[in-house]
């Protein structure tokens, strides 16, 4: 498979960059072609503008997103990788998935969220967490983001089957970090093909 991972952190030293260099490394091992979107090192701008609304609108689809959507296409998984920021996104993720995925590319409506333009990917997200795994499941953190997650938006793009890695305990001891540097690199060596699919239409670049 050809394996995109789109990593949302500035610092190249980072715990979230070393998580996503370990399930790139486990990709590789597994035989896949790998391939690194690094938003920050390429400045990718993640503000909705009046570009993005009139593309919304169908006109023309703003260049920076065009050559996202073009790398997405070449892939046949995805790998999300960004650190938990108040329970959300950061936003340079959220940016690129509100951008990236739009409305007549990724999906043309909301009441089916299997209902997906584009082809079925592989998806996965890894997310560095400071929290403790207790304190994110016992105040339901945990199932609010698997609902907005796996939910609510990556059916919508097409993600099938799709993985949520809450990595608890990103800030914790030496041995806590390498364990979950293991599990990065484990879930890119076992990546799952991506699911047979009914595709509703053929998407515009693809
Ligand atoms: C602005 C901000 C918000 C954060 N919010 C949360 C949070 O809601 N839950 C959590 O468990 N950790 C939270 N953290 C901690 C980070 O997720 C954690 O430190 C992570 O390891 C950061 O990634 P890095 O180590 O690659 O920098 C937050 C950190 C920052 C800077």
Redo the contacts with the bound molecule.
Sequence with gaps: MHVLTVLD?P?PS??????ARQFMAGGKSAGHSVELADLHAEGFDPRWTMEDIAADRGETTPSDVAKEQERIARADAICLVF??????M?SMMKGWVDRVWSWGWAYDQMDDPEGSLQPSRSGVLL?????RSD??EDAG?LAALDTAWMKGTFGYFGFSPRRLEV??G??GSENRRQALLEKSYHVGQTLAPPAPHNVKGSAPGC
């Design positions: 952190h610092d980072s715990f979230s960059a070393a998580v650190p938990l920021y108040w329970w959300g950061p997310v560095p967490a400071a929290a304190e994110v953190y990595l608890h990103s800030k």
